[in-house]
């Protein structure tokens, strides 16, 4: 058997560049680059919703809270509710859409803008009928500067 036989002919054969060809570099980077931007951007949509935090409600809390489980509680401080008890303080947030409240046992930092009437997300875990405040958990919402004027 002839080796001419086995290759295709001259005008068949596929014209590759040379391996140190500058334009078949830049595509190589191009699509490297391309491909790690993508790969990025999915990265970034996934943990940005996948780190929203699952808040809860009081009301929803009494009724599904399970012993050992954490919670992130946000409502108001209920009026009349907050006491101090040496390093620990005791407070209940209301639920905005339900007529209950959540009694919360807490130590830690207490940010300044904490008051009655204020929006709080602090995380909890179920004891009984208490909820346990994790140390340093407690944050304050800012009010909103575009609620409706009461009437």
Not at 64 to 81: E, I
Not at 102 to 127: E, H, K, M, S
């Amino acid at each position: 058997m002839s080796t001419a036989a086995a290759t295709p002919p001259r005008h068949e054969r596929r014209v590759r560049p040379p391996a140190g060809d500058p334009a078949r570099k830049r595509k190589i980077r191009l699509v490297v680059a391309l491909t790690a931007a993508v790969v990025l951007a999915g990265a970034l949509v996934y943990t940005s919703f996948a780190s929203g935090s699952d808040e809860v409600s009081a009301g929803q809390l009494l009724a599904t809270a399970t012993t050992g489980r954490s919670y992130q509680l946000a409502g108001t401080v209920a009026a009349g509710s907050v006491r101090r008890e040496g390093d620990v303080l005791w407070f209940r947030v209301r639920d905005p859409r339900r007529p209950v409240s959540a009694l919360v046992r807490y130590t830690g930092l207490v940010p300044d803008p904490f008051r009655v009437g204020r929006g709080i997300i602090v995380t909890v875990r179920r004891q009984g009928t208490l909820f346990v405040g994790e140390r340093d958990s407690l944050i304050t919402k800012c009010p909103s500067k575009f609620q409706a004027a009461k009437a």
